[in-house]
Structures are given as C-alpha cells and as structure tokens.
T-cell receptor, first 110, second 112 residues
Framework: QKEVEQDPGPLSVPEGAIVSLNCTYSNSAFQYFMWYRQYSRKGPELLMYTYSSGNKEDGRFTAQVDKSSKYISLFNRDSQPSDSATYLCAMSPSNEKLTFGTGTRLTIIP | NAGVTQTPKFRILKIGQSMTLQCTQD?????MYWYRQDPGMGLKLIYYSVGAGITDKGEVPNGYNVSRSTTEDFPLRLELAAPSQTSVYFC???????????FGPGTRLTVL
C-alpha cells in the first residue's frame, strides 16, 4: 500500500461546477497537509497549506483534513478554465520531508 | 527575487554520457531537494540537502550524485546516463523541512 493515494483521473468538468479532489494516507504521523497546482510543463506551486484537522478557505478553494479518517480534500466551488492543471496533495510529519500523491489531472471545459 | 532557477530546460543525452543539472535559489533557504517526475507517478525524491555541505539520499538515488558547497546551489550529476533516467527533473527549496517548497521550472531530459 502506498503511503499516499490519489486518484490520477483524468477528471473533466464544466465551467462553474464544484470540483472535489481527494487523497487518502496511511501514516498517522502526518500533520502538515498541502495542495500543489501544476500547470502543463511548469513546476508545482503551492495552492493550500493546512496543519492538522479542520478546514481552510482561500477564495474559491477550500481544503479539508480529516485525520480520524486519514482523508484530505480540496474543493473548488466555481471552477474556471484557468484551473485546468494537475493537482498534487503532499503531506509530512513535523520537520520531515514531504510525501506527494501521484496527482489528479483536471480539465475545466468552457 | 528569481526564486528557484534550473538549467538547462531541455537536454537529450546518449546512453553512457554524463551531465550536470544546475539549480540555484536566492531565498536563502537551507533545505533543497531534487525530484524526478514520470507520467502518472508523482514526484519521487532523489536527493536532498539540509544545508551547505550536508546531503542525503531520497527514495530513488541510484545513478545520481549531488553536492552542496553553497547555500544557493545544489547541482545534480548524472553519470553513465540510462534510458530509465528519461524524466522531468525538478529542484525545490524550503525554509523548513516540512514546510512550503518552492519549485523550479524543471529540466526535461531524454536519454536515447
């Protein structure tokens, strides 16, 4: 079993739709949870950063962490064509290296 | 600030050749990382460094070497290139070990 599991997609949704991306993990020591967005032929860029359980909102995006279920989610409540990218989850215990998911390729159809 | 820069952007190598991928950051970060990204496989950590003069192996270090003589630079050396090293290579840096990582634009390497 991989330490971090993420559905690779691809996922296609119409503009304006609500999108939910998810990762599950097996290491209960993970405390820091991140979502990176990677456009085609570019390096990943940090989108959301959360610590421990709970929700965090930033514009159209909401990150949720459920440590009891070892499950994290990223919601986009008004998806735009410019959101078409690959989304990678990443997580780490305190002061250690990040472990990345394989990424979900998302396309928003105008 | 330029952030994390990588050179070259693209390179084609023949089997058995060697090359160095360059990485520089101007954010005074102590932590630097090298990843490779293969289609559908996510990011695999090759080597990382916690400061000048200190490096350690990641998940897939075989066939690669690194050095860290300054805070800013973290070059990745490929010796005896093999087709299995065809990939996109990303360098990253961070202020904290488990913190936000800043990525470079990547080097697309093909070994034929």
């Amino acid at each position: 079993q991989k330490e971090v599991e993420q559905d690779p997609g691809p996922l296609s949704v119409p503009e304006g739709a609500i999108v939910s991306l998810n990762c599950t993990y097996s290491n209960s020591a993970f405390q820091y949870f991140m979502w990176y967005r990677q456009y085609s032929r570019k390096g990943p860029e940090l989108l959301m950063y959360t610590y421990s359980s709970g929700n965090k909102e930033d514009g159209r995006f909401t990150a949720q962490v459920d440590k009891s279920s070892k499950y994290i989610s990223l919601f986009n409540r008004d998806s735009q064509p410019s959101d078409s990218a690959t989304y990678l989850c990443a997580m780490s215990p305190s002061n250690e290296k990040l472990t990345f998911g394989t990424g979900t390729r998302l396309t928003i159809i105008p | 600030n330029a952030g994390v820069t990588q050179t070259p952007k693209f390179r084609i190598l023949k089997i058995g050749q060697s090359m160095t991928l360059q990485c520089t950051q101007d954010m005074n970060h102590n932590y630097m990382y090298w990843y490779r990204q293969d289609p559908g496989m996510g990011l695999k950590l090759i080597y990382y460094s916690v400061g000048a003069g200190i490096t350690d192996k990641g998940e897939v270090p075989n066939g690669y070497n690194v050095s860290r003589s300054t805070t800013e630079d973290f070059p990745l050396r490929l010796e005896l290139a093999a087709p299995s090293q065809t990939s996109v290579y990303f360098c990253a840096s961070s202020y904290l070990a488990g913190g936000r990582q800043f990525f470079g634009p990547g080097t697309r390497l093909t070994v034929l």
